[in-house]
């Protein structure tokens, strides 16, 4: 296999310092969405850098969306079209903070600064909180979850599934 193309960080002008870079990507209409755990602090608010990569033309386009949070990351994501415009589903978490965030992809030149809404605060909806890794945006509008059962090579409990409805998404 080869690769497809290169991420390099600094077409966003950002450093990935040890343990933190990609932690999600998805597909949709032939491009790619990458998301990082790295995070900027500009505006007085929190931004995590999403990029745009076509595979086709060998093409980034760099964003940043703001965090809901004071000290959360992004951990996931998945992506969908839907008339015509890229919209994401987004794991934000960090200790005792777990968010599901939605925001669209913008059309146009890169570099522009996207305000997600947050979809469901998972802290009250799942007791004890799990740390979630993975991500699946289901096609009724609900949303998948896998646990990570590991902490510092330390295995807790067994990785599990929760599914979102929808009803509980704005």
Avoid at 28 to 33: A, L
Avoid at 90 to 101: M, N, T
Wanted: glycine share 8%; aromatic share 6%.
């Amino acid at each position: 296999l080869a690769p497809v193309g290169h991420l390099e960080y600094t077409h966003g002008r950002l450093t990935a310092p040890a343990n933190h870079g990609i932690e999600g990507i998805c597909h949709v209409d032939g491009v790619m969405i990458l998301a990082t755990e790295l995070v900027e602090e500009q505006q007085d608010r929190r931004w995590a850098p999403v990029g745009m990569f076509d595979p086709k033309i060998q093409t980034w386009t760099a964003h940043r969306v703001a965090l809901s949070s004071d000290t959360g990351k992004l951990a996931a994501i998945d992506c969908r079209m839907r008339d015509g415009v890229i919209e994401v589903l987004a794991v934000e978490r960090h200790y005792g903070v777990s968010r599901l965030i939605r925001f669209s992809i913008p059309q146009g030149p890169e570099g522009q600064w996207i305000e997600p809404i947050v979809a469901a605060d998972l802290a009250r909806l799942v007791i004890p909180l799990p740390n979630f890794e993975g991500l699946a945006w289901l096609e009724d509008g609900s949303a998948a979850l896998l646990t990570d059962n590991q902490h510092r090579g330390a295995v807790r409990e067994p990785s599990r599934i929760y599914v979102i409805p929808p009803s509980a998404m704005q």
